[in-house]
Every structure is written in C-alpha cells, then in structure tokens.
C-alpha cells in the first residue's frame, strides 16, 4: 500500500461541504485533532474547479493552472501533503499534479501566467507535489489510523448497519492510486467496523455512481434519479441504516433527493446518509450538532441518534 | 454502404483525442477490443440509447458527426468504463474531450450555457457554487429546509467552529488574473453570450 | 589519456618465425590485387603464393612448408575466415591450431574496391594486421565439458513425466522432485481432454496413468515426492541440489494402501485435489490411482492423536518420521513445475467469493469427473441440482491490463470451455449452455472442434462480462451483446469462469533457486522464443510445459520431448567447445563479483568463493573485462596485445594525407561486410575491418590507442537484439565521453546497429561515415589530425 503521512497535511476545503455539509469538515478536523493529525487550513486556497470542471465548463488547462496555485499555497505553508474532503477535489488536484510533472511545455506556460499574474512564488517546480505520495482523501489519512480509531470508540454501535459508497473520482478514475481493489472497495467498510457497526460488504450496484453526473443531475433528472434509485432500491433490500460518503456530492444526491426519487417510486427509504468522518465523530463521542453538524442533513439522522442513546443509556445502568 | 478509401487516414480522430491534455498517460483508444465491458457497467448505456464502445468505435472510425452528436451528452464521467477497461481505454476521457471539441466549434456551447454561473462565482469568490439557475428547480426537490438551511448558514458553521468560506481579496484577484491568461475568461464570455442569445429567443 | 604500457610494438618473443601464405583465388584476388606489390612488402621467415590456396593439394603444402621452415606462427592471406578459417585450422599441425590468423584480403577488399593500387595498399594494411596479431597468438586446447550423466526433472506433471521417461530412454539417471504427494500434476484433476481428432473427448487419466507407470518402472527413474528443491550450486557445467522431503509419516515400503487409517482419522481438511469441493482427512491417499500408492500425513493438520496408527496392521504410520535432506548432483535441470489457476479475488464483480454457484472450470473439470466430488454428476455446489443454464465467461483474468490482470491470453480456455459445454450438452441436453467471449481462440485443427460443438446448440454472446450478481435466488450476469450493441442480463443458475493461468508458486521459487530468468508475467523465460525454445539464460537447465507459458497438453508434450532431447545433446555428445571463452586469473581476482553482474548470459559465476567460467554459456563477449577493476579477466584469442597489434597493424603504413577508419564489429556485422563483398557493392577503401566478439569487448583505451596511432574515424557495428544491447549502449557512450574528454571529435565515432541480410545498409553507413570523417577533419587543427604513433 503507498504511504500516508499523518503530518504537514493541508486540509484542502470544498465548495460543497463549505455550503451543504459543514459538519464534514468539522468532524474531519475532530478526528484530526484526536488522533494527532498534524494539519492547517488556508484561507487563501481556492476550489478545485471540479464542478465546473466536469461540467465541461473549465478546460484543463485553466483547472491547472488553479491546482498550481493551490499547490505554490501548500508549499509556502510547509504542507505539503493534500487531504481533500471531496472525491473531486482529489481526482483534479491528482490528475494536475501528474500534468505539471509530466508536461514541460504546460508547466512552463502556466509558470509564465503565475508570474505574469504576480504571483512568481506561487510558481510549480518539477515533482513539488507527486500524485501519489502527496494528493490523498481525508478518508486515506483515516484509513491509516483504523488501529487508533478502533481504540477510541466510545459508543456502542453494534445495533446498526451501514453500507458505503465509495466515490467513483476516489476510486476509479487514478485506480490505480486506490486503497484495495478498486472493483470491491473495503476502505470505508474497515473504518466502520473499527466502531463495532455491522457493515453490508457487497451489495448489488455497490459500485455504481451516485448517479449526479455532474450536468446529468441539472438537465437529465430523471435519467440521473433513476441510477441513484437502483443504488437505493438494492440498500434498502438489505436493510441498511447508514449510507457512509467520502463525498459531499454523492452525499448530496443520496441525501437531498431521496424523499423525491422514493416518492416517484412510491416508496420510502429512510437511508441516512452521513461522511464516513461524521460517522467515525459520532463513534468516537462527538456532538452530534456542534460537530457532526447533522442539521444541514435532509434524511434525519435523529432516528439513529435515538439508538446511540439508547445504548449508552444502558451501559450506564 | 460504406467505402474505405485507401490512403484515408481513419485514426485521425483518434490521434487527436490521444494527444488531448485530458487523455491519460497511455490511454489504449487504438488498443480497444470492442469487448463492451465498459457498455456493460455503464450506467447511462442501461437507461439511454449511449454506449461507450459504439463511442470508442465511431472515433477509431474517424466519425467526426461524433462531436455534433447529441450522444456523447449522455455520459456521467463515473469513469466506471476508465476503471475496468483490460486495454486502459477510457470512453470516459473521449467523451470529455469531444465535448470540448463541440463546445470548441459552437454546438456545444449552450449545453453548458446553463452551467456558466458556476465560473461566475469562480471568478467572484474563488470558489465553486451550484449555478443559481437551478436553485428554484432544486428546491423544489430538496424542500423549504433546505432554503431555511441556506439563511442560518453562518451561524451553524460558527457553531461548528469553522471559519470564513470566502477567500481574502488579494487571493480573489490573483485567481481573476490567473483565469483570464489561462483563457478561461473568454471563453466564459462566450458561453454567457450564447446563453443571453438562448434567453431573448 | 596517454595510452601506454599496454602494448609495446615488440612482439613478446624476439624471434617468432612467421609464414605467409597468399591466394590469388583464381584470379578473384589478383586481379585487383598487386600480388607481386604484396608479396614484396610482407616481412616474414617465409612468403609463398598459390593459385588456389584451399585446394587440398596447397593445404598439404601448407603443412609441408611449416614442417621445412619449423614456422612459429601462419598467416593466410586470401577469403573471409568466416568461410575457410576452420579448414586452415585443421591443416596447420603439429602447430596449434590458434596460432593461425587470417586477412580477408578478398571479400573484404579485391571484391568491394576496384582501384588496384588502393586496393593493394589495403591488402598490404590487412595482411600486416594479421603478421602482428598473430605475433601474440597463444596456443589454446578445444575444451571438453565433462557432464554427469545424470539429470533433476522439477515438477511430476504431465511435462515432467514426459521429459523424464524421454531421458531416461536415452540412458540417462533422471531424478523427478515433486512437491506434493502424488505426481500427476494437474492434468490428472481435468478429467477429460479434448480430442479435435475425434471430436470427442478422452480421459485423461487413462491416456496419463501408463506414463506415470512407466516413470515409476523404469530403472532410470527416481521419483522423490512430498519433495522441494532447496538450494542449488554450479560447478562445472554440473549442478549440486539439495532437496528437502518433507516426511509423510507412513513408511512407503510398508504401507498397503487399506485406507484403515483414514476411517478413524478424526480431522476433516478440504480436499484439494477435488478443488475443495469436498473433504479430505489429514491422513490420505490423494486420488485412488495415486503414485506411489501410499497414504500421507499432513503434517499441518495431523493432530497426533495417534488413532490411525492403532489400526495399521503394517506398523507403517510413524509419527515421529523425520524430513530428510537428499543431495543431488546432476549434469542438467528441467523445470516443469507447471502453473495454477487465476485468483479471482482479484475480480471481486464475478462474485466467485460470494456465490457457491460460480466456479472455475477446473472445478467444473472435478464437479465432472467420475472420481470428483459428485461422481462425475453435473450438479450444482448450493444445493446440489442439476443447472438448468451454464454461463460461461471467457478471459477471466486473461487479456487484462488491469492491476491483477494477466496481459496474456491463456490459450487453453476456449478449448476447456468447448469441452465442458460438449460435454454437458451430451449428457445434460436440458441445460442450456451460453458463452461470453470476446474472441474465440481455436487455431488449427480445434476449430473442427469448436464447429463440431457450436452445432450441439450451444449459445454464443459476443461480450466481456462486467459484473455477476445475485437477485433473488437467480444468478444475474450482466454484459453487452456487442453485436446487438445491447446491455442483457442473463438470468442463470450457475457460472463458470474460464480462470487465466498463472505461473505456479513452484515455478516463481524454483527459478529464483537456481537463478532462471522470468519473463514479466513471471513464467520460465527461454533464451530465445523462436532459435532456442525451452533453454533457459542458465545453460544446462531447460523448462517445459505450463511453467513456461499458458499451453495446453499437446504443446506441453512436444516441449518436454523438446527438452530431453537438450538434456541428451549435452550429455551424449561429448561437446568440444572453442577456447575462446573469458578466463578468470584466481590470483588477480578478490571475488567482488561485478563480472558475475554484469554477465547477461550468466556465464560466470560464483562457486566455492571462487569465479568460475560456464565454457557452454560464454559467448567472450568480454563484458566482465571491463569490469574487473583488478585486470583479473582475459578472453581468450582476444586479448588485449591480440587487439592493440591488430590496430597497431592496420594503421602503421598509413601515409601522408591518406585516411584510415578502423571498423570493430562482431560476428554478425562481419558476415554482412562479407556480404557486401559478394555481392560486389563498394565501399571506401580508408575502411578497415576488425572483427571483435562484441563491442562489449572493446574499452576506450582501444580506441584513444587507434586514435592516437593514425585512425581517421572509428566505426562500431554490432547486431542490436541480444540481452546485452544495453551493455553495448552504455559502452558506446562511455566511448564518446572519453573521446570527448581526450578533445577528439565525437564525429569521427559512429555506432551502427548491423543486420545479417541488410548488407546494401552497412555498405552506404560506410560511405556515409568516410564522408563525415573527412569533414570533420577538415576543422580539424593539423597538429591534431597527425597524432603520433611514434613514442610507444
Ligand atoms: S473501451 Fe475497453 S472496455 Fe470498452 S469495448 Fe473497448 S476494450 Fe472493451
Ligand atoms: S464514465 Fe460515462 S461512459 Fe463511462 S461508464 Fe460512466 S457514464 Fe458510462
Ligand atoms: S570483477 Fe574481477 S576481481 Fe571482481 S570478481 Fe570479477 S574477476 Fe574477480
């Protein structure tokens, strides 16, 4: 497996959990803190393009040209190593990172803008940033620490069952960068069962996208709906509580659209959906408002708090 | 019927999409076997007319009404065909491309017309933003919470501790210059002109 | 870098007495050479001219002249030593056949140059080249390799069997190591092979059994199973082995094969041999016909309760029955240590792992075979059912870049699967029979086969699988029908995937014991696919069978009669090997071992704390010369003296305003200047050819000494497709560097890679270079241009 640093980790901030799930970020740096993660954030750093980017929006060049800049703001910073909160934000930066190492003449005409841009210190050196040893997900520097999680657990979860969905630009578009076989991902399976909660291993579609689809979701709902339904259907046949994310955009189709999708299926899943950070903050004692931020979710994720509660209650007695 | 000329060079389009800044390291375009696992795993193949082979054919055909095809719209880059392709080929990446290519010649523009608030904010904020266009349609979906989440925004990330979302101004104005060398103004521009020329009609 | 103290322009004896004999062939020389010119510039005890020198008549006159004059040393001046160098060989005793050497004053000059007196100022060039070499010809004895008649066959399968009893025919002691208790291999688990003869199918136990019978019969053969190798050692062209037995617990001699034991042993283990399909017991006899027909314990489930041996009425089981170390010393090894099934882990979306209903076809092969699992029934694992459909997915694993994947295809799957389908539609004619595959791969005369099976309906979908899923009780495979361009999910009960092969554990541990090369996918490499199958980069040990690379039985069959065949060549034929091979001075050498690194063809090696010389392998490439920091090397006929008084030779006439290139290249570079000469195409005369065994040979010293004595430009051509091409690389460049630090023109230096039959190529590189080397010249300053040959 590559190596995970626990160190020098620049906490790279996304678009989507800035505005839709704050508690990612929130529980991420909780666990960071926990654990001794030794990591900033910067104000100074700029989304990734990623939406816009596979929206066919921005071209890659300019997508580059922001990941060097972004890249310049970790190495000022002495951070070097990235931990994205979003499976896009990881798939760019990696994917820019191997186009500024490998193609001269791309560096050097988006060298020429930082410096023409006034930003000449910003600019990209050769192998500042390796794809592969430096560009990680937050869940990566977490999988590394399962052993200590597992020590940390604080609450009883036995009673639950969580299935995950793994995010198609963490595990297939650099495959080859992933943790386990990219055709069963395990990663999120593992941390969870480091908490003591049955996990769903395999189930049907367990590989397929979100079903967002980046402008599917905007021009083609029902066609987008449709994917994320079969995701849903195969859940709720096997009767999980918790869909776990690695990131804010499948958790936003899963979350925000499931009254809507169960509706026109005339049915109700009930699938709470929650970043496998914010399930690993729960486990590990946090508050379930002040950190795991689980207002902004639609799903209610009260329901499972409920049990939670229940089991330490019982504990206690 | 179809007449193979000789001395026509067919992997013309194919050459052109291998050299793309977007394609992969070894992307195995020339490579493909027509095996269709990719079609088999593709979402957008089991509920559309799409099929990434057919796409993977057509281009090693030199089909160039591939880039004016409303088909090539149709895929949700899950690059699921990228991840289990034996050749390495990616119908993912080709699709990518060739969008770029329409939007380069003019069909495509208004495909993403909708999506260029998102550069807005880009260049705003520097940060990315769902396109405001389709806020009244998702709320629909996502239901009043979701507005009422919007308004108390800032107090609950300040309940979670977390700090500003926006960047300092300085930082703005670098991504500003940045994005306008890179082009991407322009192009921007462009993209907001033809959504103008799409709403007036 | 002043070259000195290699080479004195003395010849080591003050008085060698030389003999010189000149052809005129029939005119083919002397018509464009000045015989008499030559003749009259030569300086030796004796010059003679013939008409036709290798006539028998002038050969006996030869001899008769050496015998007169009591001559040290002969040089003959005529055709390509290439052609005739061996017949003058012969025909010098009693002198040394080595103290010979030839100038090719025909093909490469009289032939390619038609200017008489540039042509004789040549011939006269090369003719003093020869006298100078020739000064420091040592006398060498032909080797004879003495190897033990005796060989270790890795491996009991089908391949090893083969090898073994072909060996053994000959006459030669063979020693079969089997890792497991029982030969066999895994033919004898497939049950049936197909027969495109017949279009039917055979068993294969009763087409193998007979082999096995006579393997254990014959007086020739050894069979040592439950048997690992462990270590390994060269020693002249022999090999000491250790092998390790692991102990079976039961005395071989004693046991009767009751079975008793195994009725009360209390421990159940999954069968391997029936793909653990069904159990076992820690005491066991693998299959009935195992051989040798004994029970074994295993040893890591036994449980030593000593139940078994309370029923033995032979007293065979001994618990305590320790492991024992067998050295072996054998002439030559085979490896036939075959391969193993795909992990299909690694594709977790067929659902192997998680579906009992999906299997591979080696456990279709035991699922089907009348002494598996279900005694020969089609059935199914879950619940033991006759399957109403049998899907079957090609290129499981095979034909697959992906990380886990095998880049190659397996070439025995769509066989196995036309097999299986054959035959369940045969004797299941309700089960349904569909293939996904991307391409059907029948060469030859399967495809009468696969005819024959496709008219017993069997349904083709054009298609690679992506995922196999369980909804409900019913087995779900989804793929594309590429024909119809359409996703289909086909509802079945049962999946077999036709698994990739990969090399066995055995093959991957085995070559590293005896130091074989892989290939990339890590199967035995051959030292070359197409002239020298089934010899690996270690000479004296060969491969065959599946350990090599994906085969079927046939091909396994031909490649271990292959395989013997080599064994016995070098055993039977008492080899004579030319001395022309690295010499290692034991005095010199402090064992560092970078020759033994460097050696590509692994002909050196270390043994005893000692560098030894495999005579078979050395090519006398003379790589390892330059690597040894202690001048511990030598080759033979190659020496550096034998070099610098060629070159010394070649360039000390060489006058005022003349230009001189000297052209090293090895044997094949040599053959196409031949063939330029033959076929009369021309070059310039500056040229000068040495012939060297590889440019591996030559060291910068060489060519600063060519420089420094005269040589206008310096020409290295060698074939470029061997395994030490990149040697050659980093020689060249190391080259150029020196030249560039010694200020001469890298210009006047040129690396050509040489083809046998592209002759036309070499010739206009010639011209080409002769044209560069005046013009680099030309901004030459004129003191260096004349660089003195004087003070050496
Ligand atoms: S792109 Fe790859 S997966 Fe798709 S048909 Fe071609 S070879 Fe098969
Ligand atoms: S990336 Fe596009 S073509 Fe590939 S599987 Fe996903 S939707 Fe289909
Ligand atoms: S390089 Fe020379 S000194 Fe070293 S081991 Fe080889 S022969 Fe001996």
Same mark, same amino acid.
């Given at each position: 497996?590559?190596?995970?640093?626990?160190?020098?980790?620049?906490?790279?901030?996304?678009?989507?959990?800035?505005?839709?799930?704050?508690?990612?970020?929130?529980?991420?740096?909780?666990?960071?803190?926990?654990?001794?993660?030794?990591?900033?954030?910067?104000?100074?750093?700029?989304?990734?393009?990623?939406?816009?980017?596979?929206?066919?929006?921005?071209?890659?060049?300019?997508?580059?040209?922001?990941?060097?800049?972004?890249?310049?703001?970790?190495?000022?910073?002495?951070?070097?190593?990235?931990?994205?909160?979003?499976?896009?934000?990881?798939?760019?930066?990696?994917?820019?990172?191997?186009?500024?190492?490998?193609?001269?003449?791309?560096?050097?005409?988006?060298?020429?803008?930082?410096?023409?841009?006034?930003?000449?210190?910003?600019?990209?050196?050769?192998?500042?940033?390796?794809?592969?040893?430096?560009?990680?997900?937050?869940?990566?520097?977490?999988?590394?620490?399962?052993?200590?999680?597992?020590?940390?657990?604080?609450?009883?979860?036995?009673?639950?069952?969580?299935?995950?969905?793994?995010?198609?630009?963490?595990?297939?578009?650099?495959?080859?960068?992933?943790?386990?076989?990219?055709?069963?991902?395990? #990663?999120?399976?593992?941390?969870?069962?480091?908490?003591? #909660?049955?996990?769903?291993?395999?189930?049907?579609?367990?590989?397929?996208?979100?079903?967002?689809?980046?402008?599917?979701?905007?021009?083609?709902?029902?066609?987008?709906?449709?994917?994320?339904?079969?995701?849903?259907?195969?859940?709720?046949?096997?009767?999980?509580?918790?869909?776990?994310?690695?990131?804010?955009?499948?958790?936003?189709?899963?979350?925000?659209?499931?009254?809507?999708?169960?509706?026109?299926?005339?049915?109700?899943?009930?699938?709470?959906?929650?970043? #496998?950070?914010?399930?690993?903050?729960?486990?590990?004692?946090?508050?379930?408002?002040?950190?795991?931020?689980?207002?902004?979710?639609?799903?209610? #994720?009260?329901?499972?708090?409920?049990?939670?509660?229940?089991?330490?209650?019982?504990?206690?007695? | 019927?179809?007449?193979?000329?000789?001395?026509?060079?067919?992997?013309?389009?194919?050459?052109?999409?291998?050299?793309?800044?977007?394609?992969?390291?070894?992307?195995?375009?020339?490579?493909?076997?027509?095996?269709?696992?990719?079609?088999?795993?593709?979402?957008?193949?089991?509920?559309?007319?799409?099929?990434?082979?057919?796409?993977?054919?057509?281009?090693?055909?030199?089909?160039?009404?591939?880039?004016?095809?409303?088909?090539?719209?149709?895929?949700?880059?899950?690059?699921?065909?990228?991840?289990?392709?034996?050749?390495?080929?990616?119908?993912?990446?080709?699709?990518?491309?060739? !969008?770029?290519?329409?939007?380069?010649?003019?069909?495509?523009?208004?495909?993403?017309?909708?999506?260029?608030?998102?550069?807005?904010?880009?260049?705003?904020?520097?940060?990315?933003?769902?396109?405001?266009?389709?806020?009244?349609?998702?709320?629909?979906?996502?239901?009043?919470?979701?507005?009422?989440?919007?308004?108390?925004?800032?107090?609950?990330?300040?309940?979670?501790?977390?700090?500003?979302?926006?960047?300092?101004?300085?930082?703005?104005?670098?991504?500003?210059?940045?994005?306008?060398?890179?082009?991407?103004?322009? !192009?921007?521009?462009?993209?907001?002109?033809?959504?103008?020329?799409?709403?007036?009609? | 870098?002043?070259?000195?103290?290699?080479?004195?322009?003395?010849?080591?004896?003050?008085?060698?007495?030389?003999?010189?004999?000149?052809?005129?062939?029939?005119?083919?020389?002397?018509?464009?050479?000045?015989?008499?010119?030559?003749?009259?510039?030569?300086?030796?005890?004796?010059?003679?001219?013939?008409?036709?020198?290798?006539?028998?008549?002038?050969?006996?006159?030869?001899?008769?002249?050496?015998?007169?004059?009591?001559?040290?040393?002969?040089?003959?001046?005529?055709?390509?030593?290439?052609?005739?160098?061996?017949?003058?060989?012969?025909?010098?005793?009693?002198?040394?056949?080595?103290?010979?050497?030839?100038?090719?004053?025909?093909?490469?000059?009289?032939?390619?140059?038609?200017?008489?007196?540039?042509?004789?100022?040549?011939?006269?060039?090369?003719?003093?080249?020869?006298?100078?070499?020739?000064?420091?010809?040592?006398?060498?004895?032909?080797?004879?390799?003495?190897?033990?008649?005796?060989?270790?066959?890795?491996?009991?399968?089908?391949?090893?069997?083969?090898?073994?009893?072909?060996?053994?025919?000959?006459?030669?002691?063979?020693?079969?190591?089997?890792?497991?208790?029982?030969?066999?291999?895994?033919?004898?688990?497939?049950?049936?092979?197909?027969?495109?003869?017949?279009?039917?199918?055979?068993? *294969?136990?009763?087409?193998?059994?007979?082999?096995?019978?006579?393997?254990?019969?014959?007086?020739?053969?050894?069979?040592?199973?439950?048997?690992?190798?462990?270590?390994?050692?060269?020693?002249?062209?022999?090999?000491?082995?250790?092998?390790?037995?692991?102990?079976?617990?039961?005395?071989?001699?004693?046991?009767?094969?009751?079975?008793?034991?195994?009725?009360?042993?209390?421990?159940?283990?999954?069968?391997?041999?029936?793909?653990?399909?069904?159990?076992?017991?820690?005491?066991?006899?693998?299959?009935?016909?195992?051989?040798?027909?004994?029970?074994?314990?295993?040893?890591?489930?036994?449980?030593?309760?000593?139940?078994?041996?309370?029923?033995?009425?032979?007293?065979?089981?001994?618990?305590?029955?320790?492991?024992?170390?067998?050295?072996?010393?054998?002439?030559?090894?085979?490896?036939?240590?075959?391969?193993?099934?795909?992990?299909?882990?690694?594709?977790?979306?067929?659902?192997?792992?998680?579906?009992?209903?999906?299997?591979?076809?080696?456990?279709?092969?035991?699922?089907?075979?009348?002494?598996?699992?279900?005694?020969?029934?089609?059935?199914?694992?879950?619940?033991?059912?006759?399957?109403?459909?049998?899907?079957?997915?090609?290129?499981?694993?095979?034909?697959?870049?992906?990380?886990?994947?095998?880049?190659?295809?397996?070439?025995?799957?769509?066989?196995?699967?036309?097999?299986?389908?054959?035959?369940?539609?045969?004797?299941?004619?309700?089960?349904?029979?569909?293939?996904?595959?991307?391409?059907?791969?029948?060469?030859?005369?399967?495809?009468?086969?696969?005819?024959?099976?496709?008219?017993?309906?069997?349904?083709?979908?054009?298609?690679?699988?992506?995922?196999?899923?369980?909804?409900?009780?019913?087995?779900?495979?989804?793929?594309?029908?590429?024909?119809?361009?359409?996703?289909?999910?086909?509802?079945?009960?049962?999946?077999?995937?036709?698994?990739?092969?990969?090399?066995?554990?055995?093959?991957?541990?085995?070559?590293?014991?005896?130091?074989?090369?892989?290939?990339?996918?890590?199967?035995?490499?051959?030292?070359?696919?197409?002239?020298?199958?089934?010899?690996?980069?270690?000479?004296?040990?060969?491969?065959?069978?599946?350990?090599?690379?994906?085969?079927?039985?046939?091909?396994?069959?031909?490649?271990?009669?292959?395989?013997?065949?080599?064994?016995?060549?070098?055993?039977?034929?008492?080899?004579?090997?030319?001395?022309?091979?690295?010499?290692?001075?034991?005095?010199?050498?402090?064992?560092?071992?970078?020759?033994?690194?460097?050696?590509?063809?692994?002909?050196?090696?270390?043994?005893?704390?000692?560098?030894?010389?495999?005579?078979?392998?050395?090519?006398?490439?003379?790589?390892?010369?330059?690597?040894?920091?202690?001048?511990?090397?030598?080759?033979?006929?190659?020496?550096?003296?034998?070099?610098? *008084?060629?070159?010394?030779?070649?360039?000390?006439?060489?006058?005022?305003?003349?230009?001189?290139?000297?052209?090293?290249?090895?044997?094949?570079?040599?053959?196409?200047?031949?063939?330029?000469?033959?076929?009369?195409?021309?070059?310039?005369?500056?040229?000068?050819?040495?012939?060297?065994?590889?440019?591996?040979?030559?060291?910068?010293?060489?060519?600063?000494?060519?420089?420094?004595?005269?040589?206008?430009?310096?020409?290295?051509?060698?074939?470029?497709?061997?395994?030490?091409?990149?040697?050659?690389?980093?020689?060249?460049?190391?080259?150029?560097?020196?030249?560039?630090?010694?200020?001469?023109?890298?210009?006047?230096?040129?690396?050509?890679?040489?083809?046998?039959?592209?002759?036309?190529?070499?010739?206009?590189?010639?011209?080409?270079?002769?044209?560069?080397?005046?013009?680099?010249?030309?901004?030459?300053?004129?003191?260096?241009?004349?660089?003195?040959?004087?003070?050496?």
């Amino acid at each position: 497996m590559k190596e995970i640093p626990d160190k020098e980790i620049l906490l790279f901030k996304s678009c989507l959990v800035n505005v839709e799930y704050p508690g990612v970020e929130s529980s991420t740096r909780f666990l960071f803190d926990k654990l001794g993660i030794e990591y900033i954030v910067s104000e100074r750093q700029s989304c990734c393009t990623g939406l816009g980017h596979y929206s066919d929006l921005f071209d890659q060049f300019s997508t580059a040209a922001l990941a060097a800049r972004n890249f310049g703001i970790a190495r000022e910073l002495g951070h070097k190593n990235i931990a994205t909160l979003c499976a896009t934000c990881y798939a760019i930066l990696k994917k820019s990172g191997n186009i500024l190492n490998k193609q001269d003449h791309i560096r050097d005409s988006i060298n020429k803008i930082l410096d023409d841009s006034g930003v000449p210190d910003l600019k990209y050196n050769l192998e500042d940033m390796d794809s592969r040893s430096n560009i990680f997900h937050a869940v990566e520097i977490l999988y590394n620490k399962v052993d200590e999680i597992q020590d940390l657990v604080e609450v009883d979860l036995s009673e639950i069952k969580v299935a995950a969905h793994h995010a198609c630009h963490y595990c297939k578009v650099h495959h080859k960068d992933t943790i386990g076989n990219v055709r069963d991902p395990m #990663v999120m399976e593992t941390l969870a069962r480091a908490c003591g #909660v049955q996990t769903v291993n395999w189930y049907d579609r367990k590989t397929n996208t979100c079903g967002n689809g980046f402008r599917q979701r905007y021009m083609n709902k029902d066609l987008s709906f449709s994917i994320t339904a079969e995701k849903l259907m195969s859940l709720k046949e096997n009767e999980v509580d918790i869909l776990l994310h690695m990131c804010p955009n499948c958790q936003l189709q899963f979350d925000r659209n499931q009254k809507v999708i169960g509706e026109s299926f005339g049915t109700e899943f009930n699938i709470i959906c929650l970043n #496998v950070s914010q399930f690993l903050a729960l486990a590990l004692g946090a508050d379930p408002y002040k950190v795991v931020g689980i207002q902004t979710h639609t799903v209610p #994720v009260e329901p499972i708090l409920d049990k939670i509660k229940q089991i330490i209650h019982a504990y206690e007695v | 019927m179809n007449t193979l000329k000789i001395g026509e060079n067919t992997f013309e389009l194919a050459q052109i999409i291998i050299k793309d800044l977007k394609a992969s390291e070894n992307i195995g375009i020339l490579k493909c076997i027509q095996c269709g696992m990719c079609t088999s795993l593709c979402p957008a193949a089991r509920h559309t007319d799409y099929d990434p082979r057919e796409i993977v054919k057509r281009v090693l055909d030199k089909d160039e009404s591939l880039i004016t095809d409303d088909i090539i719209w149709n895929c949700f880059y899950c690059y699921t065909c990228h991840s289990v392709c034996p050749v390495n080929n990616s119908a993912c990446e080709v699709n990518q491309i060739l !969008r770029q290519k329409a939007i380069d010649n003019g069909k495509g523009k208004p495909k993403i017309a909708p999506f260029s608030a998102y550069g807005d904010s880009f260049l705003e904020y520097g940060l990315g933003a769902i396109p405001n266009d389709f806020f009244d349609h998702l709320l629909k979906d996502y239901g009043k919470e979701w507005l009422q989440l919007k308004v108390d925004l800032e107090d609950i990330r300040e309940e979670l501790g977390l700090g500003p979302i926006l960047l300092p101004e300085k930082d703005v104005n670098d991504i500003n210059k940045i994005l306008e060398k890179t082009g991407f103004t322009k !192009r921007l521009e462009r993209v907001r002109r033809c959504k103008d020329e799409g709403n007036s009609r | 870098m002043k070259v000195k103290g290699h080479f004195s322009r003395y010849a080591p004896k003050s008085s060698i007495d030389i003999g010189v004999f000149l052809c005129k062939c029939g005119g083919n020389i002397s018509h464009t050479v000045d015989i008499r010119r030559l003749k009259s510039s030569i300086d030796a005890k004796v010059v003679k001219e013939f008409e036709n020198l290798c006539s028998i008549k002038c050969q006996r006159n030869i001899r008769d002249v050496i015998l007169e004059e009591e001559l040290d040393r002969v040089v003959i001046v005529a055709c390509s030593p290439i052609t005739h160098e061996k017949t003058f060989r012969n025909h010098v005793a009693p002198l040394n056949p080595y103290l010979l050497e030839m100038a090719n004053i025909r093909e490469q000059c009289s032939w390619v140059h038609s200017d008489m007196d540039k042509a004789t100022e040549k011939a006269i060039s090369l003719t003093n080249a020869a006298i100078e070499r020739v000064k420091y010809a040592r006398p060498l004895d032909a080797i004879v390799r003495k190897t033990k008649k005796s060989a270790a066959v890795i491996g009991g399968g089908i391949s090893g069997i083969t090898a073994a009893l072909s060996i053994a025919k000959q006459g030669i002691k063979v020693h079969i190591i089997e890792e497991k208790p029982t030969v066999g291999g895994n033919m004898i688990k497939i049950g049936k092979v197909f027969s495109p003869e017949k279009l039917a199918e055979e068993c *294969a136990l009763c087409l193998f059994n007979p082999l096995i019978n006579e393997a254990v019969q014959h007086k020739n053969i050894n069979i040592i199973t439950n048997a690992e190798l462990k270590s390994s050692q060269r020693k002249t062209g022999n090999f000491s082995l250790l092998v390790e037995r692991r102990p079976s617990f039961v005395k071989e001699d004693k046991c009767m094969a009751c079975g008793n034991c195994a009725e009360v042993c209390p421990v159940d283990v999954p069968n391997e041999w029936n793909e653990k399909l069904m159990f076992r017991k820690a005491i066991y006899k693998p299959f009935p016909q195992s051989v040798p027909d004994v029970y074994t314990i295993d040893e890591e489930n036994c449980i030593k309760c000593g139940k078994c041996q309370k029923v033995c009425t032979m007293k065979a089981i001994d618990l305590e029955m320790k492991g024992e170390i067998i050295p072996l010393n054998v002439g030559s090894v085979v490896i036939a240590t075959g391969h193993k099934g795909f992990d299909l882990e690694k594709r977790p979306e067929y659902g192997y792992c998680r579906n009992e209903d999906v299997i591979t076809q080696m456990e279709l092969a035991r699922i089907m075979g009348v002494n598996g699992p279900t005694n020969g029934k089609l059935l199914k694992p879950s619940d033991g059912k006759v399957p109403r459909r049998v899907v079957m997915v090609q290129c499981a694993g095979s034909r697959d870049e992906k990380p886990g994947g095998k880049r190659y295809c397996s070439r025995v799957c769509c066989m196995v699967a036309l097999k299986h389908a054959n035959f369940i539609r045969r004797y299941y004619p309700e089960t349904e029979i569909i293939i996904c595959y991307t391409d059907m791969r029948t060469p030859g005369m399967y495809e009468n086969y696969f005819r024959h099976v496709q008219s017993k309906e069997i349904k083709l979908i054009r298609g690679r699988p992506g995922e196999i899923v369980k909804i409900d009780d019913t087995i779900v495979v989804r793929v594309e029908d590429t024909l119809k361009g359409e996703q289909v999910e086909i509802e079945t009960d049962m999946v077999v995937l036709s698994e990739a092969m990969e090399p066995s554990k055995g093959t991957i541990k085995v070559a590293e014991t005896l130091n074989v090369g892989l290939t990339e996918d890590l199967f035995v490499k051959e030292k070359h696919p197409k002239i020298r199958p089934v010899t690996t980069d270690v000479e004296g040990i060969y491969v065959c069978g599946t350990a090599q690379g994906p085969k079927d039985i046939t091909d396994s069959v031909s490649q271990a009669n292959a395989a013997a065949s080599k064994v016995s060549e070098i055993m039977n034929g008492g080899l004579e090997i030319e001395p022309t091979i690295a010499v290692v001075d034991n005095y010199k050498c402090d064992i560092c071992g970078e020759c033994v690194k460097a050696c590509k063809y692994k002909a050196i090696y270390m043994h005893d704390e000692r560098i030894s010389v495999d005579p078979i392998a050395c090519t006398g490439c003379g790589i390892c010369i330059s690597k040894c920091k202690n001048k511990a090397v030598e080759v033979m006929g190659q020496t550096d003296s034998q070099i610098f *008084a060629m070159i010394f030779g070649l360039l000390k006439d060489k006058k005022e305003g003349e230009r001189r290139i000297l052209a090293f290249v090895d044997y094949i570079g040599y053959v196409a200047a031949d063939n330029i000469g033959i076929n009369r195409i021309s070059y310039p005369e500056s040229v000068r050819i040495i012939r060297i065994p590889s440019i591996n040979r030559l060291m910068p010293k060489h060519v600063l000494f060519a420089f420094e004595n005269g040589a206008d430009g310096i020409f290295l051509g060698e074939y470029p497709d061997d395994i030490m091409y990149p040697d050659i690389q980093a020689k060249v460049q190391e080259i150029r560097s020196e030249l560039l630090r010694n200020s001469i023109d890298p210009d006047r230096l040129l690396y050509y890679k040489v083809y046998a039959p592209y002759f036309r190529g070499l010739a206009n590189k010639l011209t080409e270079f002769d044209k560069q080397v005046s013009k680099a010249l030309d901004k030459l300053e004129p003191v260096l241009y004349k660089a003195s040959s004087k003070d050496l």
